[in-house]
């Protein structure tokens, strides 16, 4: 099993530019979940899915959007980067749902200009 | 809102002497408490955790106290050797999502 992927490892944006980060599991999890980690804060969650075709939004959602279309896959788009998004993201899944074991991947380090 | 407070934010300790981190959270419906740990430039790894319905869990050199009155629990490591050097990150379940604490930094110095 590849457990949970991110992809890009690295991405540098200009402000006002668009992106997708990649992510996808191979554990049959249900429970999905995007965070990002900055300097002295911990990790904060962004956006959640339950299972297929759900989504909820987290502590820290504005600026993102997700989609949950099949169990493996979610992905996490950003929509016009800032520099304030400059941070380090991590995608995470667990089985059935947050009161589990979560799985990370091995991160997305963005940096906007 | 919902927040988990975890102290202290660095932590120096001498090989062999034990390490205690203190988290505390706000919501009293919380009910699941796992610990990450995580090494520089790595992904967090879970390496305890414990549910509201248990006081205390134990795994080798690594201890893990809930007082669900208090609202905090505590992370205990014993005999520490360098490898145990990371940063250690306390979490809280709250309503559907997962709270983490800011991280403590622990160094264990040979």
């Known amino acids: 099993n590849a457990g949970v992927t991110q992809t890009p490892k690295f991405q540098v944006l200009k402000t006002g530019q668009s992106m997708t980060l990649q992510c996808a599991q191979d554990m049959n999890h249900e429970y999905m979940s995007w965070y990002r980690q900055d300097p002295g804060m911990g990790l904060r969650l962004i956006h959640y899915s339950v299972g297929a075709g759900i989504t909820d939004q987290g502590e820290v959602p504005n600026g993102y959007n997700v989609s949950r279309s099949t169990t493996e896959d979610f992905p996490l788009r950003l929509l016009s980067a800032a520099p304030s998004q400059t941070s380090v993201y991590f995608c995470?899944?667990?089985?059935?749902?947050?009161?589990?074991?979560?799985?990370f991947g091995p991160g997305t380090r963005l940096t906007v200009l | 809102g919902e927040n988990v407070e975890q102290h202290p934010s660095t932590l120096s300790v001498q090989e062999g002497d034990s390490a205690v981190i203190k988290c505390t959270y706000s919501?009293?419906?919380?009910?699941?408490f796992p610990w990450y740990k995580q090494e520089l430039g790595k992904r967090p790894q879970l390496i305890i955790d414990?549910?509201?319905?248990?006081g205390e869990k134990k795994d080798q050199r690594i201890a893990v106290t809930l007082n669900k009155t208090a609202k905090h629990f505590s992370l205990h490591i014993t005999e520490t050797q360098p490898e145990d050097s990371a940063v250690y990150f306390c979490a809280a379940s709250m309503g559907d999502d997962m709270r983490f604490g800011a991280g403590t930094r622990l160094t264990v110095k040979p």
């Open positions: 919501d009293s419906a919380s009910n699941y």
């Open positions: 414990i549910r509201s319905n248990v």
């Open positions: 995470a899944s667990s089985y059935q749902d947050r009161d589990n074991e979560q799985f």
